[in-house]
């Protein structure tokens, strides 16, 4: 199944008219830009329209990213693509704070039980970031997310779950200030109101064809000892394979795997290591 691209976000006013760190943020701005279309890339007319930079000064910053390798250009289409040099560096990136490694053989065992997708997303900020992917057995796929993809809280089950297990003033103050990021998204605010309330109820985010149609994702975060959020693990599969007796059944077996993570690693989920852990992938 195709996975959803979130449209390229509004360029900051300090991007396009000036500000503190202009340069900076108006590479961040191209690059998230390019990351949108990883397949096609974009000509200089479409990164334009993207990023809302004008043409020279798109062209001038492209030309500085093409020569240090963080975005690869094809004279042929004059299409930029982002660099396989950023590729290199997320690769050393995802498993900064240790959960990839650390979570790696519960999500092996979650993908052999149920032959779906299981992803590990990361809190980042208000945003959670896909930091792994293990596809199942199961012929057909749901790749919703890749790994690198940044989500709204609230985007995904593993997202809404970690949304969820916030507390409630910090859940709203999220909800409100990120209303924008989420309308790139077929999500209403009634929509995720009613995820985020079943998830208070059950201990588990449950996102059926909200954000892609015929898909039904199963999400449960992973939370320190003092109950923040850091993480989360969700299983993916299409709707058809997912009755109310398996999304139960898969909410438990996630679960399950957790608490078993941590009673055998205490120390890693102790409230000391949160900044260490939120802030694992960049701020």
Same mark, same amino acid.
């Given at each position: 199944?195709?996975?959803? %691209?979130?449209?390229?976000?509004?360029?900051?006013?300090?991007?396009?008219?000036?500000?503190?760190? &202009? %340069?900076?943020?108006?590479?961040?701005?191209?690059?998230?830009?390019?990351?949108? @279309?990883? $397949?096609?890339?974009?000509?200089?007319?479409?990164?334009?329209?993207?990023?809302?930079?004008?043409?020279?000064?798109?062209?001038?910053?492209?030309?500085?990213?093409?020569?240090?390798?963080?975005?690869?250009?094809? !004279? $042929?289409?004059?299409?930029? =693509?982002?660099?396989?040099?950023? =590729?290199?560096?997320?690769?050393?990136?995802?498993?900064?704070?240790?959960?990839?490694?650390?979570?790696?053989?519960?999500?092996?065992?979650?993908?052999? &039980?149920?032959?779906?997708?299981?992803?590990?997303? #990361?809190?980042?900020?208000? @945003?959670?970031?896909? #930091?792994?992917?293990?596809?199942?057995?199961?012929?057909?796929? %749901?790749?919703?997310?890749?790994?690198?993809?940044?989500?709204?809280?609230?985007?995904?089950?593993?997202?809404?779950?970690?949304?969820?297990?916030?507390?409630?003033?910090?859940?709203?103050?999220?909800?409100?200030?990120?209303?924008?990021?989420?309308?790139?998204?077929?999500?209403?605010?009634?929509?995720?109101?009613?995820?985020?309330?079943?998830?208070?109820?059950?201990?588990?985010?449950?996102?059926?064809?909200?954000?892609?149609?015929?898909?039904?994702?199963?999400?449960?975060?992973?939370?320190?000892?003092?109950?923040?959020?850091?993480?989360?693990?969700? #299983?993916?599969?299409?709707?058809?394979?997912?009755? !109310?007796?398996?999304?139960?059944?898969? @909410?438990?077996?996630? &679960?399950?795997?957790?608490?078993?993570?941590?009673?055998?690693?205490?120390?890693?989920?102790?409230?000391?290591?949160?900044?260490?852990?939120?802030?694992?992938?960049?701020?």
């Amino acid at each position: 199944m195709p996975r959803i %691209s979130a449209k390229a976000p509004a360029a900051p006013a300090s991007a396009v008219d000036g500000g503190m760190h &202009q %340069s900076i943020a108006r590479i961040d701005l191209l690059i998230s830009a390019l990351s949108q @279309a990883p $397949e096609k890339g974009l000509r200089l007319v479409e990164v334009c329209a993207a990023t809302g930079l004008g043409k020279a000064t798109a062209h001038r910053l492209l030309s500085g990213l093409v020569q240090y390798r963080l975005v690869d250009h094809d !004279a $042929e289409s004059g299409r930029y =693509f982002v660099g396989y040099k950023i =590729f290199s560096w997320a690769s050393g990136v995802s498993n900064r704070n240790g959960l990839v490694e650390l979570l790696h053989p519960a999500m092996a065992r979650l993908v052999t &039980q149920f032959g779906d997708t299981v992803y590990l997303v #990361v809190r980042n900020g208000d @945003a959670a970031v896909c #930091v792994e992917r293990l596809e199942g057995s199961y012929p057909i796929k %749901s790749l919703t997310l890749k790994v690198g993809d940044r989500r709204p809280l609230g985007i995904g089950a593993g997202s809404a779950a970690i949304l969820a297990a916030l507390s409630k003033p910090e859940r709203t103050a999220i909800i409100a200030q990120d209303a924008a990021a989420r309308r790139a998204f077929p999500l209403s605010d009634a929509g995720l109101a009613a995820i985020l309330g079943e998830a208070d109820a059950k201990g588990y985010a449950c996102i059926d064809g909200a954000i892609v149609p015929g898909i039904c994702t199963i999400g449960v975060a992973i939370t320190l000892d003092d109950g923040s959020p850091v993480a989360a693990i969700s #299983v993916s599969a299409i709707a058809d394979r997912m009755s !109310a007796e398996r999304r139960l059944e898969i @909410a438990q077996a996630i &679960q399950a795997e957790i608490e078993t993570l941590r009673e055998t690693n205490a120390a890693f989920f102790r409230a000391a290591n949160r900044s260490r852990l939120m802030s694992g992938i960049g701020a």
